[in-house]
Every structure is written in structure tokens, then in C-alpha cells.
């Protein structure tokens, strides 16, 4: 008989075996878990690991800054700041109207029209950069507009206190600080850094901390540049050249002055120029350093190639008399011809009043092949070796296809082209004593390491016997005194050595030369024997006047006059700039010595020793920068710093310390405005002792500065 079972046995069966399989399952499932943990902890554990510290751990970058470029006494030309913002969107997040209005704000703010920036929003990645080295004021502007997804970023920006001044002598750089062009890009090697890097941790809200544990390597800076410009003798060069460029209205403007003895650069500037803070904006042609990359035919400030070739051959002495032909000499089917009918001149006339026939006779003398080996000599057809990027080379022909005319026009400076500062160095050999110096831009540097290099100067060859370039310079003083050159002298006894020189520029689309439109220059170096400075002044395509004589010459005489203060001060001085860096106040007794030895300098220039203040006081503060400085007390030297620094032109009158000035201080700037100095060294022995808060007194230390 069969047995039923109870319905509470039966209630009891089914929750044992419900019992059972959710213990079979729940140990299948830890089953799983247990393979699959050891399958990510074990077999690929490492893997996944690597992945977790990759979002929890990073390696970041820490970024160096970029090295200084300083001028010869060490005043910074550029350096890094952090100073400006980068902007960049997230064009997703913004409306087309908000990327309208971000965009025109944006241009109006550089200059580049707005459909270059919407140009950058299009783009299909997620973000974008727009711009960088925005200013401070730009970008408060952009942050009160309140649109989305506009990052603000501030950055370490390239900063020229000189601005436009050295804007092509240092070029710029790019976002990421490497050298765009100008020394920037010469020297990008000394002066870029190299980065250093840390870990960071972020924990689960996204916050980073460093990570003491993870590893740190320290950023390293880049170098130290220093330049053998002296930044008061550009800035004075850029002030001349920039009246020169608005009375002539020239398509351009050049100067290049460098120191025959050693081929020093101290200033060297071509107008129009650029704005280093917007290098986009404008005319890139205004980007090219012009007296380094710039062809030219010379004209007759190339004259004295045939002239030296001739002495220094001993083929002729400067008494040497030529027929110049009353004007006009027929030279196979050409003529040439001279500016004014000369009759007969002595080689000595024949450069000073820069007859074109009598230039040709002396070439016909020397003949073609020795003439090329001078005009070589010289160092034209080549490069310089100078430390800059793209300088050119000049064009010259072989002699042996030179045809009559083409010799005579080669002779007089036509149909050969040459740089500036291919003629400033051949005109700095006449002034070494017939020794061509290697020009130098760069006077040494300090690597990222600390480790220092020097750049000396470097002799190239003998150009001519020492006694063939002092017959040069008294030539050349002759032009300066009773010939072409007569508005480049100046206002003292200092002799000065020069030639004119106007050029035909060439028509390049068909040939020939323009008949008015010219190349005006004038070179010339002084003091004419023993000279310390070689000057090249050009001008191209001027309105109106266009010989050398009117309108290069006189910027010569300008630039030159407004140094020659600066000049004495810097020679009364112990020290050469470059080492006045820390120097002890009490400093009398071994600047007397160096003092009586620089005297013949002094007197050559107009000044005397004695008028020259052996202790300059402390400079007072020069709180505002737009405002007129009181100079009284001042050195020459300071003056001059704080006037140029302002945009106002500084005039001489006396030496030693500042007694008075024609701008009234704390009067609003006026840029390109002139302000005469009155200097005395008669100073009042109680204002020095018993005077106010502003009284100069005896430094601590002196500083190198700017001369």
C-alpha cells in the first residue's frame, strides 16, 4: 500500500534541493570569479596594471626657458617671460554666431582677417589653438565675452624690450619657443633648453599630486647670446634712419656701423621693419636684415677698389694726373660719362670729386685680371662668415668676361653686386692698416652646461700694404673735407674718411637700368687715421634728391654726432663695456691711468679728460616710462639710456654731469621728439653733500649699461 507523504515533508524536500543548487550555483559563480581573477591577475595581470597607472599615474612635462640674447654690455635683447596667453576653442561648444563674434574680436586684435581663424575652427579635431602671444589686456578682454569653450592659457612668451629696434637683427620664434628666423634661428642650439619631467598621481575626483616616489628630472634653461651690438648706438642708428625714411620717402633705409680693429657689429638696422610681437602682420619683406641680404650695386663707393689696386701695385701715386675727358669718353660703341666736365685730375681728384672716366682710365691701367684679384681680395663674390642666417654672397663675373664697357662699369661700381656689409669691411681693411677682419655679431656665449665659449676676432688676410691704406685714408679724408663727401663732416676737429657713391638701381623685368630711380649711399670711418668706427649709410629709391651726397651723407654726419658723446665716455673708462660689470666705487685711481692713456682719442673727438666725470652718481629712479625724466646729476651715459629708452632724441651740449635739460621732466613723451642736454663738470660741492632725497652720490657699485 502505498505511502503518501505529509505535505510538511514534502514543503521540507523542496527547500533542501533549493538549498543545494543555490549552493551549486553560488559556488559556480565564485567558480567564474576565481577564473576570471586569475585570468586578469595572473595571466595578464602585468597588462592591466599598466593600463591602471596610466590613468592614475602620468608622466608630465616640465617645460625650461628659452636662453637670453644680451647686447655687449650685457643688456637683455630678449628673454622668456610669462607674459602672454595662448586662446584656443572648442568649436563644437560654440554657436556659429559666438564663432563669428570670437573671431572678429581676434582680428581686431592682431591685424589677420577673421576668416583665417574660422579657417582653424572648421577643422574636425576637438580642439583648435587660435592664437598665441596675446597680451594680458587682449585676454581679459576675451575671458569678459563669456563665451563657451574658449580656453584661456597663460604661457612664457619671447619678450624684445627694444621692440621694432632689433626686430630683424633677433627674428622671432614660434609657439613652442624654436627659432623662426634672425639669431633666434642661428643661435636656437645655445638657447633652447631642454625640458625636464615628474610624476604626477590623480586619485578618483580627478585631483594630480606629485608623487615624491615616481621619479623627477630637473628642466634645464638654455644659454646666454652676447652680441657685440651696443642697443644706444641702434637705437640712435633706428632714429636717424627712420627721419631719413620719412624726408625721402626711399622704399628702404640701411645703416651698418662696425669696428674696423676687431669687425665688431655695434649697430645694424633697415626701415621698414616689423613688429616682433605680430611677425604675421605686414609685409614679410620687412623681415630681411637688408644690410646682410640685400644686392646692390655699390656705385661709386666701389671706386676705391681700383684706386687701392692701382697705389698698392705701384702703378700710380696719388699725383698721378688722367685726362678725364672734359666729361665724355667713348669706350668702344658706349660712352661714358662723368657728373660734372673735369678736365685733367690727379688720382687723388679723381676719387675725391668720384670721376667715373678717370675710375675707367685707372682700371684700363691695372687691367682686368689684377683688378679682379683685388676686388676678391677685398672680399666681395663671397660670404663674410658673419653669424646670421641667409647673407649673400654679391655677384661677380670672371674677369676674362669682362668686355671693355663692362670693365670700366665694374670699376666704377655697376654690374657687380655686393652687401653692405661686404662694402663696410672692405672699408674697415682701408682703415685697419690694409687687414681684413671676419665681421663678428656674436662676442661669446654660455651653453645650457655653464660652459663658456669665446668668439675673438679673426683676421682674413692682407688686403694691401699698411702704407697703401694710409694713402687710402687721406684720400678718403680729402673727399670728406673738399670733395663729394663734404656733408658727412662734422662739427669738430675729428677728420672723417668717406666716399659717396649713387647707383642706377637695375630694371629687373627688362633689363637695363632706370633712368630715376637711384641707390644713394655713403660710407666713411673716423677718426680718418686709427679709426675705431666704419659707417655705411643706404638709401633706396628716394623722392626727390638722390645723390649720395644729399641725401645719405647727412645721415651719416647725424648718426655720427650723436654717438661721438657716448663714444668719449665709454674710452674715459678703464674698462672696455663688455667687463663693466661689477666694479668697485672707489675706482679713481685706476681709471686715471687708463684715462691719460685714452686722452689722444678724447681730444681727436672735441672732448677733453678733464670735462669727463670720473664718478657718476646713482642713477635716481626711473619710476614712469612715459613721462620726461628729470636727468639733472646724471652721466651723459644714463642720460642718454633713459631718453632713448622713451623714444626721445638726445643732443649734447658740454660734458660730464647733467645740469639741465629742454624737455620739462614729467611732461607726457612725445615720441621722436628732441631733447638738448646741458652738461657740466662744475658741480656745486655742497648740492653733492648737503643735498635732498634725489642728490647723487658716489655708487656702490657700477653697472655696465649702454653706451
Same mark, same amino acid.
Given at each position: 500500500?502505498?505511502?503518501?507523504?505529509?505535505? *510538511?515533508?514534502?514543503?521540507?524536500?523542496?527547500?533542501?534541493?533549493?538549498?543545494?543548487?543555490?549552493?551549486?550555483?553560488?559556488?559556480l559563480l565564485f567558480l567564474l570569479f576565481g577564473v576570471r581573477l586569475f585570468y586578469l591577475q595572473i595571466i595578464h595581470g602585468e597588462r592591466y596594471a599598466q593600463a591602471a597607472r596610466k590613468q592614475h599615474v602620468q608622466k608630465v612635462s616640465l617645460a625650461s626657458q628659452r636662453g637670453r640674447i644680451v647686447d655687449r654690455s650685457g643688456q637683455e635683447l630678449a628673454v622668456d617671460l610669462p607674459q602672454y596667453y595662448t586662446v584656443g576653442v572648442y568649436p563644437s561648444k560654440m554657436t556659429p554666431s559666438e564663432a563669428n563674434h570670437l573671431c572678429q574680436r581676434l582680428a581686431d586684435f592682431t591685424g589677420r582677417p577673421a576668416s583665417h581663424y574660422l579657417r582653424r575652427m572648421q577643422s574636425r579635431t576637438g580642439f583648435r589653438y587660435? *592664437?598665441?602671444?596675446?597680451?594680458? *589686456?587682449?585676454?581679459?578682454?576675451?575671458?569678459?565675452?563669456?563665451?563657451?569653450?574658449?580656453?584661456?592659457?597663460?604661457?612664457?612668451?619671447?619678450?624684445?624690450?627694444?621692440?621694432r629696434v632689433t626686430s630683424q637683427l633677433l627674428g622671432y620664434t614660434d609657439i613652442e619657443g624654436h627659432g623662426i628666423s634672425g639669431l633666434e634661428i642661428y643661435c636656437d642650439s645655445v638657447l633652447q633648453g631642454a625640458k625636464g619631467w615628474e610624476t604626477r598621481q590623480?586619485?578618483?575626483?580627478?585631483?594630480?599630486?606629485?608623487?615624491?616616489?615616481?621619479?623627477f628630472t630637473a628642466p634645464q634653461d638654455g644659454g646666454t647670446v652676447r652680441t657685440s651690438i651696443d642697443i644706444i648706438a641702434q637705437e640712435m642708428l633706428c632714429q636717424e634712419l627712420d627721419s631719413a625714411l620719412a624726408s625721402t620717402q626711399a622704399a628702404w633705409v640701411a645703416g651698418l656701423l662696425v669696428d674696423p680693429r676687431t669687425g665688431e657689429i655695434i649697430a645694424m638696422a633697415s626701415l621698414p621693419d616689423y613688429d616682433p610681437r605680430r611677425p604675421d602682420a605686414g609685409d614679410k619683406t620687412n623681415h630681411k636684415m637688408r644690410p646682410l641680404t640685400e644686392l646692390m650695386e655699390p656705385g661709386s663707393i666701389f671706386k676705391i677698389v681700383a684706386a687701392a689696386a692701382a697705389l698698392d701695385q705701384g702703378l700710380a701715386r696719388p699725383t698721378d694726373i688722367y685726362d678725364c675727358e672734359a666729361g665724355a669718353w667713348r669706350i668702344g660703341s658706349r660712352v661714358l660719362h662723368d657728373s660734372h666736365p673735369y678736365g685733367l685730375l690727379s688720382l687723388e681728384d679723381v676719387v675725391v670729386h668720384s670721376s667715373n672716366i678717370g675710375t675707367a682710365k685707372i682700371a684700363d691701367q691695372i687691367g682686368p685680371r689684377e683688378l679682379y684679384r683685388y676686388i676678391v681680395r677685398f672680399g666681395f663674390g663671397t660670404t663674410t662668415g658673419i653669424e646670421f642666417p641667409g647673407e649673400g654672397s654679391g655677384l661677380l663675373r670672371p674677369w676674362d668676361t669682362w668686355k671693355d664697357i663692362g670693365r670700366a662699369n665694374i670699376a666704377i661700381g655697376q654690374?657687380?653686386?655686393?652687401?653692405?656689409?661686404?662694402?663696410?669691411?672692405s672699408y674697415a681693411a682701408i682703415a685697419n692698416d690694409g687687414i681684413l677682419m671676419e665681421p663678428r655679431l656674436i662676442l661669446d656665449w654660455t651653453?645650457?652646461?655653464?660652459?663658456?665659449?669665446?668668439?675673438?676676432?679673426?683676421?682674413?688676410?692682407?688686403?694691401?700694404?699698411?702704407?697703401?691704406?694710409?694713402?687710402?685714408?687721406?684720400?678718403?679724408?680729402?673727399v670728406v673735407k673738399r670733395g663729394t663727401g663734404r656733408a658727412a663732416?662734422?662739427?669738430?676737429?675729428?677728420?672723417?674718411?668717406?666716399?659717396?657713391?649713387?647707383?642706377?638701381?637695375?630694371?629687373?623685368?627688362?633689363?637695363?637700368? =632706370?633712368?630715376?630711380? =637711384?641707390?644713394?649711399?655713403?660710407?666713411?670711418?673716423?677718426?680718418?687715421?686709427?679709426?675705431d668706427r666704419v659707417l655705411i649709410v643706404t638709401v633706396c629709391d628716394p623722392k626727390g634728391a638722390y645723390y649720395g651726397a644729399q641725401v645719405a651723407a647727412p645721415v651719416f654726419r647725424r648718426v655720427l654726432t650723436r654717438l661721438q658723446p657716448a663714444d668719449a665716455v665709454r674710452r674715459s673708462w678703464e674698462a672696455e663695456p663688455a667687463d663693466l660689470v661689477e666694479i668697485p666705487a672707489c675706482f679713481e685711481a685706476a681709471d686715471s691711468a687708463a684715462g691719460e692713456a685714452d686722452a689722444p682719442a678724447l681730444a681727436a673727438s672735441g672732448l677733453s679728460l678733464s670735462n669727463i666725470s670720473r664718478t657718476p652718481p646713482a642713477a635716481k629712479p626711473d619710476a614712469n616710462p612715459h613721462r620726461v625724466p628729470d636727468l639733472t646729476g646724471l652721466t651723459l651715459r644714463e642720460a642718454v639710456r633713459r631718453l632713448t629708452a622713451r623714444g626721445i632724441r638726445a643732443s649734447f651740449s658740454g660734458s660730464g654731469l647733467v645740469i639741465s635739460q629742454s624737455l620739462t621732466p614729467g611732461e607726457p613723451v612725445v615720441k621722436n621728439s628732441s631733447c638738448i642736454i646741458i652738461a657740466s663738470s662744475?658741480?656745486?660741492?655742497?648740492?653733492?653733500?648737503?643735498?635732498?632725497?634725489?642728490?647723487p652720490r658716489p655708487p656702490q657699485s657700477r653697472k655696465s649699461g649702454r653706451s
Open positions: 500500500m502505498r505511502r503518501w507523504k505529509r505535505p *510538511e515533508q514534502a514543503g521540507a524536500t523542496v527547500r533542501v534541493w533549493r538549498l543545494r543548487l543555490l549552493a551549486g550555483a553560488t559556488f587660435l *592664437e598665441w602671444r596675446l597680451s594680458e *589686456e587682449y585676454a581679459d578682454e576675451l575671458k569678459a565675452l563669456g563665451l563657451q569653450g574658449v580656453v584661456l592659457e597663460r604661457t612664457s612668451g619671447r619678450f624684445y624690450p627694444y621692440d590623480r586619485d578618483g575626483s580627478g585631483i594630480s599630486f606629485w608623487d615624491p616616489l615616481g621619479g654690374g657687380i653686386s655686393v652687401t653692405m656689409l661686404q662694402m663696410a669691411m651653453d645650457a652646461g655653464g660652459q663658456h665659449h669665446a668668439n675673438p676676432p679673426r683676421e682674413v688676410r692682407r688686403v694691401m700694404e699698411p702704407e697703401t691704406a694710409r694713402l687710402m685714408q687721406q684720400i678718403l679724408a680729402q663732416a662734422l662739427d669738430t676737429v675729428t677728420a672723417i674718411a668717406g666716399k659717396t657713391g649713387t647707383a642706377q638701381l637695375p630694371n629687373l623685368e627688362t633689363g637695363g637700368y =632706370y633712368h630715376n630711380r =637711384y641707390m644713394a649711399s655713403f660710407i666713411g670711418f673716423l677718426p680718418a687715421h686709427h679709426a662744475e658741480i656745486p660741492v655742497d648740492s653733492v653733500a648737503t643735498g635732498g632725497p634725489d642728490t
